[in-house]
Structures are given as C-alpha cells and as structure tokens.
C-alpha cells in the first residue's frame, strides 16, 4: 500500500506545481485536470482528493459526532479486546483512537479522512463504520487481474489470475482494456487475455500471501482473518437481477492510493516466467457527482446533504425527506436496493462497507445453465441438481426490492422444491452482507419446521446499549413521547426475555443491566425476545427438509442475517457448513459480522430529534460532512454461552472446501461437488476436502 509518507509527497508536488499566466504564478487545480473524465490515473484521484487542508471545524464536528453516536454502539468496549478465539483479530480502543486523531495534524482532509476509515476497520465489525462520499469510492481503482486461490492434485495450494479474468475485465471495462494491453511489456503486449489462468509467484517481490495477509489486516468486516484472507480474491454471489462477480481486494480498491503492481507469473504453458508492472486505473464512482474543479468537486460531494443527517419526524416532515432519510446510508450497505417503506418497517442487519455492491455480471459461461424454479425472486433464485434429489437455494442476500415477495418467494420454493423431489438441500450464501432481520428467521422456520428452536424464536435473543441519553429517549416515548408509534425505540417495538410485548409506557430500558468490560464500566437493557412471530405469512406445519440433509455454503463472507440464520441452523440444528476457497492451514470460520441489529447515524439522530433532545449535551451535532457512521445497535445473545455475545463465540466450519481450475466461481460445479460427496460421505468429504 501507499505509504503516508509517499502519498504526502506526492500531494505536495503536484498542488505545489505552478503555471505562468501573464507574469502571475497560479496554482494548478489537480481537480480541473480530471474533470469529466471516466477514467484516470490513481495518482491524478489522488492529487485531486488530497488538495483539501483539514478545516479545524470539520475536524471537530466529525470527531464530536462520531463520538456521540459511539454511545449507541454496543461494542465498543467488548472490541477493546475480544476474547478467543478472536483475540488477535479484533483489539481496537476506538475512543482512543479518536482522541489521537483529534490531536493529530493531517496533510490534507484525506489523510484525515484515512486515518479515521482505517481505525473503525481495526474492529473488524461489519455493521460499525466511517465512510465518507467525498472519498470512499469517489473513484474505484481496478486492476484486470482478480485473483484465485487454486488446490493442486498434491493438495498445495497456489494463487492464480482468475482463469476468466480477461473476459470480465474486457467486457466491464470496455474500451479501457486497450489501456492495459498497451502496458504490457515487451513480446506481451496486447496479449492481457495470456495472463489470465497464470500462476502467481511474487506480488511486489514476495511471495502472495505477504500481499494478501497484509490487505487481511486493513480491509476490515469481519473478525476472522481467514475470512479477510478470502475477499482478496474474486468470487461470485446472485444480485437481484444477474449472477454477479465481485474481483476481490486485489484487483478492485475503495481508494486510488496504488499506482501499480509488479507481479512475476508463469503463463498457462508457459516454462518461463515473467515479471510486469501492471498499472492500476480509477473509474469515476457510480454515486459520485461531477464537477468541473477543485471548488465544486467539494460542494457536489463532500459537503453534507439532506440526506446526511436525521430528521424530527414530529416536525415538518415531506415523504420527499422520510424517503431520504432512508436513503444517507445505501450506497454503502452490502444489499439491493429496497424500498424505502419496507425499510422503515422491518428491522434490519446489513454490513457496511466503503466499497458498493459489484454490478459485474459473471460470465455467461459460469454461470447455472439450469433455469430457475419459477418461485425464484430477485436474489432468491431456486435450482434442482442432476441427481433430481439435491435442492439449492441461492441466497445473495436477506433483502430484496420486496418484503413481503421475498419471504413469500422463499416458502415457495422451497415447497416446489420438495414436490420435485428434493431430499437435500443446498443454502449458498456466499458475499451475503445481511439484510432483514426477520427473513433469516423465516428461513430457519420454514426449513426446520416448528420445534423449541424456531417457535416463539428462530433468531437469538439481543440487548441494546443503554447509555444515558438512550435512556432519557425511552423514558420521554414511555411518558408519550412517540404518539404516531414511529420510533425504534418505543417499547411496542420489542418484546422481553419471554417474548411478551412490552406495554406502551413501559420504560423498558430501566433497570438497566450493568456490566464491566475490559476495564469499563458499561451499560445494557434487559434480554430482549423475539420481533417476528407471527410471521407475514402463513408457516408449514412439518419441517421442509431433514437439518441432516441441509448444508450451508459461502466463502465466509456471511455476515450480518446471514450470519444470525447460518449460526442458528448450526448450533441449534445441526446442519453442515462449508466455506469455500479458503487458505487450507487457517482455521476456517462459517459467517462474519453477527450483530442483533444494525443502523447509522442517521436514524439514531432521527431518534434524538424526534424526542427533543437534540440540544442534550449528550446528542452528536449534525454532520457538517457528506458522511456515514454505521453502529451495531443490538448485540445477539450467545446460543454456546447464553449469557454472552454471540459476536464473539466461535464458528468453524465443518469443512473447508478446495477449489480447482474445474470449479471455480463455477455455483453448479461446486454444488454438485459438495452435494455428490458431503451427504454421501461426510467424513471420507470432509478428509478429501
């Protein structure tokens, strides 16, 4: 990566760059030189987003509203230091940090802006975030090379460039890839699509996993490091509308700070190796706003908008605002779009990352040649194996355009499925960020059916922070402070550790559970139960399929819901997991981020408004900032140790399964794979594999 001291360089050269206009020296705009422009060289993205002295106002004003907004984030002193077996992952002193970074001085906001984005990815937590729309995908930075991590016959392990690199690179990046052919040196040039399949040897001189252990311990999201090791390289996962392919952390940045990278591969029957510098390039972020020069490029997109901060739902609100409000957060959370009702209504569990969602298509040619069940929708898409018996559910996410059709879509296929035949059944939830709380339960209850373990719950019982102005919020809506029932925080919302609901004027925070971790005296409400029953629709009254019969496959990336339905079929059910890909001498864990429940800034500050109190000395200010601070706002109770946070229990997989040149990013040739030797076979499968 771009050293601090390299990239503080490289800003004062070209802002310190003049040019001679009748006798007057003028400095250069670095950001006019780029205006309009699709794509750039990193440095150009760099020179124009670093040419911003920190104002000592906005310092303060984020500093402060980060601050008080961590006081609704339940994991602030449990992320000091996590207990095993994430011990070594997750030890980061956020308000530490933040008190350094306030006494810091800075090169540029950028630098300022750096600083704060990677000490919130120390804690490794998925839902709690910095992000900013001056920065964070103001530019993505691509590189045509995504990389795999292949096992050979003798069982080692070696990374590749993703045998179809070329063709996702040249059919996302159009006209550009001529760029990159012409880079090439020597006899390669123009020949980009030969690298593609080529072993790996050295990544800047050293040997790969010195890159990929590196990029493990800044991308942030989730607590394991094998699971950060894993988003390095490519992979796939089912969007709303196509099969998607994400690049990876090589070869796809949130920030333009890497110019190029020298790799030495041995081609595809090739019995020499080469050695290249390949350039990176930065393309002009899909929620970015155009400007023309240094001056607008900070007023379209880095000043705060109206759908940067909360609102008074009390006051004088438009559907034009509430739809907004829903909106400050989307571009960074790890689903499709949804709508903004659903939204509001339905509880969520999403991870954030400063990195959007991939709209790249996997090629054709990886994609299921089968058709779907037509019960399929949006990122449900259903299939039926070869063998007529083994099932698979495709499940790109908890979220989709449509609440109720998406829970309706799930029950359904899975019916179909059965009708069909199937007796096994294959759940892939690969890159599946989270989403609506209640869709993981309903899974877990169509699935198994009803038993102790989904009825009244099929989710895990959660807490909330209950700091002293989250507090004095319950008390006003218990004393009628939220009439139209519009808050998160209304008791009506929630139900108490026997799954009763709350009557309207209970002050359901009060008593408040004390308790001191790491050192630090904290504060949490009472076990609360479950949110979702009844369910939107109507159950089957026997379990769809055996748990036996049932395995759950991703590459890791599981977070959020996803992690909160593979945890509790697990645990409680007994049902195979599987992660795919993975470095086969780290311990492998089946799901990231677990949370409760997560939101933003946004909301808690529509909170804190909508009861008055916004002028408390306790309540953040409003952002001054085009800015995102995602939280965990619920923590879910352990199901191993029920008194502690599942967050930080541990979850390995039962199997950790090799991909090859035959199946990978290939959905049907690793569920066939899986489905031919984990249900005939289990432990032969899990030896081989």
């Keep these: ?3 601090t001291s390299r990239g503080r360089a490289i800003w004062i050269l070209l802002v310190g760059l003049a040019s001679s206009v009748s006798g007057k020296t003028l400095p250069v705009d670095p950001c006019a030189s780029i205006a309009g422009k699709k794509w750039v060289f990193p440095r150009h993205a760099r020179a124009c987003m670093s040419a911003t002295p920190v104002d000592p106002n906005i310092k303060a004003n984020l500093i402060e509203v980060v601050n008080k907004t961590l006081a609704f984030h339940t994991s602030v002193n449990y992320q000091i230091q996590a207990p095993e077996p994430y011990q070594h992952d997750v030890h980061e002193d956020l308000k530490a940090d933040l008190a350094r970074i306030s006494r810091q001085d800075y090169a540029s906001e950028f630098e300022l802006h750096l600083d704060m984005y990677r000490s919130f990815k120390r804690v490794n937590d998925g839902h709690c975030g910095v992000y900013n729309y001056c920065y964070d995908s103001f530019y993505l930075t691509y590189i045509p090379a995504p990389l795999v991590l292949l096992t050979e016959v003798d069982g080692s392990q070696n990374v590749y460039i993703a045998p179809e690199a070329f063709k996702v690179a040249s059919a996302e990046f159009g006209d550009e890839i001529k760029f990159w052919q012409n880079a090439l040196p020597g006899d390669l040039k123009g020949k980009l699509s030969s690298l593609s399949g080529a072993r790996v040897l050295l990544i800047n001189d050293q040997d790969p996993f010195v890159a990929i252990n590196q990029n493990a311990l800044i991308t942030g999201g989730y607590q394991a490091f094998s699971t950060r090791q894993n988003s390095f390289f490519s992979s796939y996962y089912r969007g709303p509308e196509h099969w998607l392919y994400s690049m990876g952390n090589f070869a796809q940045q949130v920030h333009p700070l890497i110019d190029s990278v020298r790799m030495t591969i041995q081609r595809v029957n090739s019995t020499s190796n080469d050695t290249i510098d390949l350039p990176y390039r930065s393309r002009f972020g899909s929620a970015s706003k155009n400007f023309t020069d240094l001056a607008s490029y900070r007023d379209n997109n880095c000043r705060a908008t109206n759908k940067t901060n909360g609102l008074n739902l009390y006051g004088d609100v438009s559907v034009k605002q509430l739809e907004d409000l829903t909106g400050s957060v989307s571009y960074y959370q790890q689903q499709p779009a ?7 209504r339905h509880a969520m569990n999403v991870m954030l990352d400063g990195m959007p969602i991939t709209d790249i298509e996997l090629p054709t040619e990886l994609q299921p040649v089968m058709s779907p069940l037509n019960e399929s929708y949006s990122i449900a898409q259903f299939y039926m194996l070869d063998d007529k018996i083994t099932g698979v559910l495709a499940l790109g996410s908890f979220s989709a355009k449509n609440f109720t059709a998406l829970g309706q879509s799930l029950l359904s296929g899975l019916q ?7 007796t096994q059944l294959v759940v ?49 809506i218990a004393e009628g402070g939220d009439p139209q029932e519009l808050l998160y925080y209304n008791p009506i919302q929630w139900t108490n550790a026997s799954h009763l609901p709350f009557p309207a004027s209970v002050d359901w925070l009060q008593p408040v559970v004390k308790k001191t971790i790491n050192g630090h005296e904290d504060a949490f409400s009472q076990r609360l139960g479950q949110e979702c029953q009844p369910f939107s629709w109507t159950p089957p009254k026997k379990a769809l399929f055996d748990p036996a019969k049932v395995v759950i496959v991703s590459n890791g990336r599981c977070g959020s819901s996803c992690s909160l339905f593979s945890i509790t079929m697990a645990k409680h059910e007994g049902v195979k997991t599987v992660v795919v890909g993975g470095k086969n001498d780290v311990p492998q864990q089946y799901c990231g981020t677990v949370g409760g429940q ?47 946070p599942e967050e930080w229990q541990d979850h390995p997989a039962d199997i950790n399964f090799s991909l090859t040149f035959d199946n990978v990013n290939n959905p049907v040739a690793i569920w066939t794979d899986i489905a031919e030797r984990v249900f005939a076979n289990p432990v032969t499968f899990r030896v081989q594999c």
């Excluded at 179909?416 to 199937?422: I, S, V």
């Excluded at 690969?430 to 059916?449: E, V």
């Excluded at 952002?623 to 601070?629: E, I, W, Y």
Aim: proline share 4%.
């Design 338 to 344: 949804v709508s903004s009702e659903d939204k509001r």
């Design 598 to 644: 997560s939101t933003d800034f946004s909301s808690i500050d529509t909170e804190i408004k909508s009861t008055g109190f916004k002028d408390h000395e306790l309540a953040p200010p409003d952002f001054l900032t085009n800015s995102v601070q995602g939280i965990t706002w619920r923590l879910g109770f352990g199901i191993n140790d029920k008194n502690e």
């Design 428 to 476: 892939d939830v690969t890159n599946n960020g989270g989403g609506y709380i209640c869709i993981a339960h309903w899974l877990h209850r169509i699935i198994i059916g009803p038993s102790d373990t989904t009825e009244p719950q099929a989710g895990l019982d959660t807490t909330t922070r209950a700091g002293p102005l989250a507090q004095l919020i319950v008390k006003r």
């Design 1 to 3: 990566m771009l050293s």
């Design 416 to 422: 179909e499925l059965t009708a069909k035949g199937a």
